[in-house]
């Protein structure tokens, strides 16, 4: 009688855990770091986004001699595309207004509505 060697074909269940296992420790390892990259890419957006309508506003303030009245007025006069995305709140609504110290009418500065800190310990309402 000739005996046929048999062929083993597909993974054991071992072998399997074993692969999970790996996957599941570098996943822990990886995924709050994502987390955490997404976080901080948001404050960079965010910052960006407050220098845009600042150097606006100052422009505005340059060519008419007046600070717009709303971040609106930035648009129609085409300082702005759009009115930028506060992306802590997810909205164009939520920005913190800022008059001018001298009295004068008119938005003198534009800050975060959003509340907490960052991940360098201010307050987003401060930037």
């Known amino acids: 009688m000739v005996r ?3 062929v083993r074909q597909g993974f054991t269940l071992i072998e399997l855990l074993v692969v999970l296992a790996i996957m599941g420790a570098l996943l822990t390892l990886v995924v709050p770091r994502y987390f955490e990259q997404a976080d901080r890419a948001k404050e960079t957006v965010l910052r960006e986004n407050l220098t845009v309508m600042r150097v606006s ?4 303030h340059a060519d008419r001699g007046r600070y717009p009245q709303t971040l609106q007025e930035l648009v129609e006069g085409r ?7 506060d992306t802590l709140t997810g909205s164009r609504t939520t920005w913190t207004l800022v008059a001018p110290a001298d009295g004068e009418a008119g938005i003198y500065d534009v800050r975060s509505g959003a509340r907490g800190k960052g991940k360098d310990g201010t307050d987003y309402s401060t930037w």
């Open 79 to 85: 300082y702005l595309r759009e009115v930028p995305t």
């Open 57 to 60: 506003i100052d422009h505005f």
């Open 4 to 6: 046929r060697a048999t």
